[in-house]
């Protein structure tokens, strides 16, 4: 896939935010609502089940400029989530029945708050999500220690590995990308992640390299254990499956390169009852770095607000969210077509 530079959509066009031109785009195209599409499976208005996992945006700053990105994230991007938003956060914890906190980026670890915000979590006993790039440990000194302070507190870290070869991987993420992330993948190693009887969890992330479905997960994640495995002795515990939706960075490609309708095309013909069931929308709640409240990340990125009373974590109400209907567009097809897609990879 063709490596689009970093510039926020909403540089490129001065009339219309960055939000409302992603959600222009998939309003013009040629295939039946995903609404509709729900309504045809008597699954409209898909609904709210619970509050299990807490998604947190801890800002859009990042290390990296990948092109499925759809965070629009990079070391331009000055959007950061303050302690008092984290403290919010907490709060609101403290008013569900979440069994795990997800914390994306952007880096997360490049916010000032990390280690604090990682060492109140711990203190209530959840089960801690850390979505790291690998390459931000390798960057600087003051991030060689993340490993240590990762084990410390059983923090269970996902990381992005498109492939596992240096070309592949650089192409989607930017050169030398490959190389730090085997530098931290191994130092993760070192310290006991995805080693049996410690109980670290590290799993990794395959993200397609173009405008198509990612292949069956099981047979993925053989292929990337054997490979890692001999080249560079490295081990892991699970690979996650996860198509690119339509949105960010991965909109303007396939704008660009006039792939958009056919991409479409393929997630409304691959759409998948059983995984429209278990979206993780359903069970979650995603925080944007400035503490409004969305469905889900990919909300998130589009300002598409939970349809709840309360909005945003000073006006956190549980009993709203739990009983509220999700919001959906267009882009929801990415989560449901051929075995689904969560940020725990594939759902069915």
Known sequence: MEIVKHKSLAAQNHALSESDKQLKILSETNVISFADKLTETAMFPLK???????QINLGKMCNQVCTHCHVDAGPDRKEIMTKETMQLCLDSID??????VDLTGGAPEMNPNFRWFIEELSKKGK?????CNLTIIVANKKYHGLPEFFKAHKVEVISSMPCYTSENTDAQRGDGVFVDSIKALQMLNAVGYAKVGTGLILNLVYNPGGAFLPPAQEGLEKDYKKELKERFNIVFNSLFAITNLPISRFL???????KYKEYMTTLVDSYNTAAAINVMCRNSISIGWDGYIYDCDFNQILELKVAAKGQHLSEFNNTELINRNIIVNQHCYGCTAGAGSSCGGTIT
């Open 127 to 131: 089960n801690i999500i850390v979505r």
């Open 252 to 258: 303007l490609y396939l704008v660009k390169s006039k």
């Open 95 to 100: 008013l569900t029945e979440c069994s795990t």
């Open 48 to 54: 709210a089940i619970g509050i299990n996992v807490f």
